[in-house]
Structure formats: C-alpha cells, structure tokens
C-alpha cells in the first residue's frame, strides 16, 4: 500500500512529511517513516523532505510565489497548523 501512495504527489512540486501517529491502532513494527519519504521521492519524482518543524514550512512559504498551493493533509493538530503559519507570517 505504501508503493501505491507514495505515488500520490506526482503533480507536486516538493512534499514535507512529519511524524506518523497511530489513530488507535497499533503502528506496524516494520513501518520506516525514512522509507515512505524515499519512495514519495522516488515514485512521485518529487522533492520529498522530513518535516522536523513549522519552521522549515514557514521558511518555505516565505519564498513562495504568489500563485503557489499549499496543502496540509493529516490527523490530529496538524489541522491547526496552517493557521499557526499564517498568524505567525502576518505578524512579521
């Protein structure tokens, strides 16, 4: 199943992964967050980089042009950080 995800992101331009949380089911013992990284790289042939921080999206979003898309996809708090980057941008 991972194969088949990872090539998802075959329109995007780059893609930034953060850490996978279990939804209350038990986490895979063989799953490798590096892997699906590789593979979303590789399958998509898309700049596929680990998100350790908001930092790095902030950055990122800073140099961005006017017409480029921004699409946060997850569980959990990852729904409020779009708006935790954008209050943070309008304040500088």
Request: aromatic letters at 10%; charged letters at 30%; glycine letters at 4%.
């Amino acid at each position: 199943m991972i194969k088949e995800f990872s090539k998802s992101f075959i329109n995007s331009d780059k893609v930034f992964v953060s850490n996978v949380y279990s939804a209350n089911e038990k986490k895979p013992n063989d799953f490798d967050l590096s892997r699906v990284i590789r593979l979303i790289g590789k399958k998509s042939n898309t700049d596929c980089v680990y998100l350790q921080n908001l930092d790095i999206v902030k950055n990122e979003i800073k140099r961005s042009k006017s017409d480029d898309v921004y699409i946060f996809l997850g569980a959990g708090n990852i729904t409020e950080w779009p708006y935790q980057i954008l209050k943070n941008l309008n304040e500088n």
